[in-house]
């Protein structure tokens, strides 16, 4: 069957070849090597491997955090020295060889104690390139790191019983964690940058499964440019005359030799996708088969939008089981994520109440009726509300609406129009900085809301069935990862599956970064309307 079907380029797709010389064109990421011999599944010495990794962008980058961090570390130490008196106490009337008093603490602070603090990062894995440009290991790693410098420096100082400045060593401590964070983050948005721009830092993939499980992990990864995966090719295993016919967006190849398409394509990663692994050691021996050829080997197993603190490996007798947890939307987390809420919601009201009096003149002038705009809304555990929001809509806007459904730009359960002639033109401009959605705090204070979950649905626009009802075990939030993600501009189904991604995968540290994110989503007002 192999034989007769041959190569399937569902969509007519060819990859980029030199035409003349029939070769797939160099990218500027990738090197490859002298095809290596066939692997017997022996372990090589990762000191005398003869064919290097294919994707090298992380050499150069982790070179970059390398100074950065080295930079980082010397910068406070210089201002602790400089600010804090009483940072050299530590070291008055002792010496180290030819080193005395000054000497002495210019030589810890600049160079043993920012050495110090490379060597640690590299022990606790910040430099991995596993968790190099994506996710917050990385900086779970730095944070980690600064906690086994302050444990480390205490240490020293209680077995030489040196007079160390408490204050000094909080002082270097918290400046250089903060300076590693920051540099990490520059670096990381230039990096992404790169990855959306040119494909310069990014990993070229071949996808190899059926062609059902191949572009469900196409449309995964596709979704984040800044994640650096584009895949290039899907190599099917199963199912080739179903794939005749079929529009695919890269390539589609069988009955072919994967890694002689790899190097083919100029790819430097291989994914098997789901069950693509059919036959019983199938995947081990494509390992063996890799090995030494520097080309990278992912799995993706048929289990999407899972995040990763509930997936767990537990090898048992040399199987690996994938453990899944479930999701954490109780205990003590739950507990500071509501008091959070209920906190922050009060002194917010407390300290905008100012700006909460000029938007409510401001609509009272732009058009006579009630400030607010008070809508029933599904939520937590199918519980109606009543959501608050400054009302930027004429006061028969309910009414004109049955005029305008035709006109829906929404695919959803909302109504979304983006020149709704509805809004009056002050409203308009509290949609695009999204200022409207400030009274929500006071359905935050009430515990209806919380400040991050999926965003509330009306009351009337239907049942929440099947997977929608899920949204419904959390409460609503002001800002969510739909917000962050494109707000109105997303489908009806993409924005329901990241509302059931953050429930799936919810976490404090996952609220902070949606605030985060939300600020500069606002600022841009992109996709607000």
């Known amino acids: 069957m192999r034989e007769d079907v041959g190569e399937v380029?569902?969509?007519?797709?060819?990859?980029?070849?030199?035409?003349?010389?029939?070769?797939?064109?160099?990218y500027d990421s990738f090197e490859w090597q002298q095809t290596p011999p066939p692997s017997n599944g022996v372990p090589r010495s990762a000191w005398n491997r003869q064919h290097k990794r294919v994707s090298r962008w992380h050499r150069p980058y982790t070179?970059?955090?390398?100074?950065?961090?080295?930079?980082?570390?010397?910068?406070?130490?210089?201002?602790?020295?400089?600010?804090?008196?009483?940072?050299?106490?530590?070291?008055?009337?002792?010496?180290?060889?030819?080193?005395?008093?000054?000497?002495?603490?210019?030589?810890?602070?600049?160079?043993?104690?920012?050495?110090?603090?490379?060597?640690?990062?590299w022990a606790n894995g910040a430099y991995d390139r596993r968790y190099l440009g994506l996710g917050s290991e990385e900086f779970k790693r730095i944070v980690r790191t600064s906690v086994t410098v302050v444990a480390c420096v205490s240490l020293l100082a209680f077995a030489t019983k040196a007079p160390l400045s408490r204050g000094t060593v909080a002082a270097?401590?918290?400046?250089?964690?903060?300076?590693?964070?920051?540099?990490?983050?520059?670096?990381?948005?230039?990096?992404?940058?790169?990855?959306?721009?040119?494909?310069?830092?990014?990993?070229?993939?071949?996808?190899?499964?059926?062609?059902?499980?191949?572009?469900?992990?196409y449309t995964a990864v596709t979704r984040s440019p800044a994640a650096g995966l584009i895949p290039v090719a899907i190599h099917l295993t199963d199912g080739y005359a179903a794939a005749r016919g079929i529009e695919t967006p890269v390539p589609v190849y069988a009955a072919r030799d994967v890694l002689a398409l790899v190097r083919e394509v100029g790819a430097d990663t291989i994914a098997v996708c789901g069950s693509a692994s059919a036959?019983?050691?199938?995947?081990?021996?494509?390992?063996?088969?890799?090995?030494?050829?520097?080309?990278?080997?992912?799995?993706?197993?048929?289990?999407?939008?899972?995040?990763?603190?509930?997936?767990?490996?537990?090898?048992?007798?040399?199987?690996?089981?994938?453990?899944?947890e479930e999701p954490t939307l109780s205990g003590p987390g739950w507990l500071v994520k509501n008091l959070i809420d209920r906190v922050a919601a009060g002194l917010g009201l407390l300290l905008i109440s100012p700006i909460l009096l000029a938007i409510a003149l401001g609509i009272r002038l732009s058009d006579p009726g009630p400030v607010f705009f008070r809508q029933p809304r599904v939520g937590h555990e199918g519980r109606t509300f009543r959501v608050w929001k400054f009302r930027t809509m004429y006061v028969d806007a309910e009414e004109r609406k049955r005029t305008l459904e035709e006109l829906?730009?929404?695919?959803?359960?909302?109504?979304?129009?983006?020149?709704?002639?509805?809004i009056f033109s002050f409203?308009?401009?509290?949609?695009?900085?999204?200022?409207?959605?400030?009274?929500?705090?006071?359905?935050?204070?009430?515990?209806?809301?919380?400040?991050?979950?999926?965003?509330?649905?009306p009351a009337d626009d239907g049942d929440y069935l099947g997977d929608v009802r899920r949204r419904l075990l959390v409460r609503p939030g002001i800002t969510g990862l739909?917000?962050?993600?494109?707000?109105s501009d997303l489908s009806w189904d993409e924005a329901v599956r990241l509302d059931l991604y953050y429930v799936d995968n919810w976490s404090l540290t996952y609220d902070l970064g949606i605030l985060w994110r939300t600020i500069w989503v606002v600022?841009?007002?992109?996709?607000a309307y």
């Open 427 to 457: 409203g308009a401009k509290l949609r695009a900085t999204s200022l409207d959605e400030l009274p929500q705090l006071i359905n935050v204070l009430k515990g209806e809301m919380s400040l991050v979950g999926p965003r509330p649905l």
């Open 172 to 217: 270097v401590s918290l400046m250089a964690l903060l300076f590693l964070l920051s540099g990490r983050v520059i670096a990381r948005q230039v990096l992404h940058f790169a990855r959306r721009k040119t494909g310069h830092g990014a990993h070229r993939m071949v996808l190899v499964g059926t062609l059902p499980e191949a572009l469900e992990v």
């Open 63 to 121: 070179l970059v955090l390398l100074f950065l961090d080295l930079l980082s570390g010397i910068a406070a130490s210089h201002l602790a020295a400089t600010w804090i008196e009483k940072s050299r106490s530590g070291f008055i009337g002792r010496s180290l060889g030819f080193l005395h008093n000054e000497e002495l603490f210019l030589f810890f602070a600049y160079v043993v104690l920012p050495l110090g603090w490379l060597v640690l990062l």
């Open 279 to 324: 036959e019983p050691g199938e995947l081990r021996r494509l390992a063996w088969q890799l090995e030494g050829t520097g080309v990278d080997l992912v799995v993706a197993p048929q289990l999407t939008d899972i995040a990763g603190p509930r997936v767990h490996i537990r090898p048992i007798e040399g199987l690996p089981l994938l453990h899944v």
């Open 482 to 487: 739909w917000q962050v993600s494109g707000r």
């Open 408 to 422: 829906n730009e929404s695919d959803g359960m909302l109504f979304k129009m983006k020149n709704d002639p509805r």
């Open 523 to 527: 600022l841009k007002r992109k996709g």
């Open 9 to 26: 380029t569902a969509s007519l797709h060819r990859p980029v070849t030199d035409s003349s010389r029939s070769k797939p064109v160099p």
